[in-house]
């Protein structure tokens, strides 16, 4: 059974950070060009980042360019956040994911390749 596992979120206070973490079961991780997505009450879904470890490609939105890390630890299947200087407008459950390796990160760019796996989301608060 493939499962997603994404844990570390919590409240925070503005200016600080957060290390988001999802351990991949069933499957390896090197094999998927790996995601985070957020979503904000009353938003719709945004991809935050992603990376392509066999195209060495990697996307950041911009509202996250320079703050947020993502990363990957293929021995132990497990994908990673980190989210420095963070900012009430990043208040929102966080998503990890799997998708295609593809040299435009389709996954999180247009044509916004449809996400392969899902884990469940960890909220991140963020106060002021």
């Known amino acids: 059974e493939v499962q997603l596992q994404a844990s570390g979120g919590g409240l925070v206070q503005a200016g600080g950070s957060l290390n988001l973490s999802c351990a991949v079961s069933g499957l390896n991780l090197d094999d998927y060009a790996i995601g985070w997505f957020r979503q904000a009450p009353g938003k719709k879904r945004e991809g935050v980042s992603c990376?392509?470890?066999?195209?060495?490609?990697?996307y950041y939105s911009d509202s996250v360019k320079g703050r947020f890390t993502i990363s990957s630890d293929n021995a132990k299947n497990t994908m990673f956040l980190q989210m420095n200087s963070v900012k009430p407008e990043d208040t929102a459950v966080y998503y990890c994911a799997l998708g295609n390796h593809s040299p435009i990160i389709s996954m999180c760019q247009v044509p916004y390749e449809p996400v392969a796996r899902w884990g469940q989301g960890t909220q991140v608060t963020v106060s002021s």
């Open positions: 990376m392509s470890t066999q195209y060495d490609r990697t």
